[in-house]
């Protein structure tokens, strides 16, 4: 087995409000960013993965994203895996 970097990014859907990067963008104009046009809040998430090979890391981080990383009704998630 060897050890695999797992990079995975969790973003809310692109058609539902996003609350946190609301409240970010406002902040940002309030402290004189005023050309922040939007933001976007999410999740990255770095792990250390033992696996026979790089597919079955890659295999192993969706079915993390899937059972608990990423809520699968609000949420899309992006998996980058390196040795």
Known sequence: MS?????IRVMP???????QGQAVQHAL???GFGDVASVRAGKHLVLQVQAATREEAAAKARTMCDRLLANPVTEDYE???SQ
């Open 79 to 81: 998996c980058n895996v």
């Open 3 to 7: 050890a695999y970097t797992v990079e």
């Open 13 to 19: 859907r692109a058609a539902l409000l996003d609350p």
């Open 29 to 31: 104009q309030a402290l």
